[in-house]
């Protein structure tokens, strides 16, 4: 009895993930399984309309429920958590040839978004009002420091581009005191200077050279006053 309903079970996971390719366990009425079907796989979908809603738009119906159909049927997915699915995704976007080529780094981008907007993280132990020469400039935990192939912050259905331009995309996205998730462009020097090994403000500033010492110095503490640098720690 025990084997036979779990043989049921896995023939019934089966079709519900692949109706296509699995047939369903006998004695199900179909309106039943219809009902299933489109309960389950809703369910993923709308958690993944949500978290990357500039891909739902921009790959239209017929491709986007393409992709997540097939993402639903054939990813193994580790997690039990809804909250985690997005992630998930982005994972199964690695492994397959996606229908667009800036689609990872597309969906990447608004991953990010989402995880900036819910994170709980604290900063670690910090100077706000430090020396930015002599101590270790902090970035913020909710702040990242992103370089991407794909114009990302400007694809839509609008713009599809089917090459990717000579100059990478430096992006600089952070959580403000509102509460809300800002994205700014970022100079090479900028990007350079926030991605820089662990080190002294000084240190970073004469790794791209001494001609740049003022102006990365007054990009320091303007990213200081806009809360994205939260202060210095002791470098070590």
Known sequence: MTETLRHQQFTLARHLRDPVGNPPPPGIEARRLKVYRELFYGAIEGLLAGSFPVMRRTLGDQRWHARVRDFYAHYRSQTPLFTEIAEAFIDYLQGVAPDAPWQLELAHYEWIEAQLYLSDAEDPSHDPTGDLLTG??????????????????????????????????????????DLQVRFARLAPLAWQLLVGLPGTGRERLRALGDQHLQQGLQMLRQLREQGIIVGTRDAL
């Open 136 to 177: 270790e400039p902090l970035l913020s935990c909710v702040a990242r420091v992103l370089a991407y192939r794909w114009p990302v912050e400007r694809i839509g259905p609008e713009y599809q581009p089917d090459q990717a331009p000579e100059q990478p995309t430096l992006l600089l996205v952070y959580r403000d005191a």
